[in-house]
């Protein structure tokens, strides 16, 4: 197809969603025909990362509706259940050494505006951060930057 004529037809002369199709069609054409598509075989930690947070916001809110509070843990976690599922308290950290909250609150998220507007984020800056810093330091990054505070 000629990507260019047809997003000049839209008004969007412009050539980075022209490049942008070209690339998707060569993806799925050698998809299509069995070859790896670049890139594929390298692991984006930032998707993990975002995975990993939708799965255990979702167990969150299954486990809260489990307790009947219904649906309510979806847009507003109650703290206890907030704290059930890691989140970061001071004083269980330095009075009663729960120190792993340090490392659990960043899986934590208070309802589903907070989660959705964090992996928005994550989604887009991540992959530039990871590529520039390396997964190791980007784990560390994301998970003890705010806690050090």
């Not at 412009?14 to 993806?27: F, P």
Request: charged residues 15%; proline residues 5%; hydrophobic residues 50%.
């Amino acid at each position: 197809m000629d990507w260019k004529r047809f997003f000049d037809s839209l008004g969007m002369n412009g050539t980075h969603w022209q490049w942008r199709m070209m690339r998707w069609e060569r993806n799925i054409k050698g998809l299509l025909k069995g070859q790896p598509t670049p890139g594929a075989s390298e692991i984006s930690l930032t998707r993990i990362i975002i995975f990993v947070n939708l799965v255990l916001f979702s167990l969150m809110v299954l486990h809260g509706a489990s307790l009947g509070l219904g649906m309510r843990p979806l847009l507003a976690p109650p703290t206890q259940l907030l704290l059930h599922w890691g989140g970061q308290l001071w004083p269980l950290v330095l009075n009663y050494d729960q120190w792993w909250r340090c490392l659990t609150y960043a899986f934590t998220h208070g309802g589903a505006i907070h989660i959705g507007f964090n992996m928005v984020v994550l989604y887009q800056v991540g992959p530039l951060i990871e590529a520039e810093i390396g997964k190791s330091r980007f784990i560390v990054l994301y998970i003890r930057a705010p806690c050090s505070a």
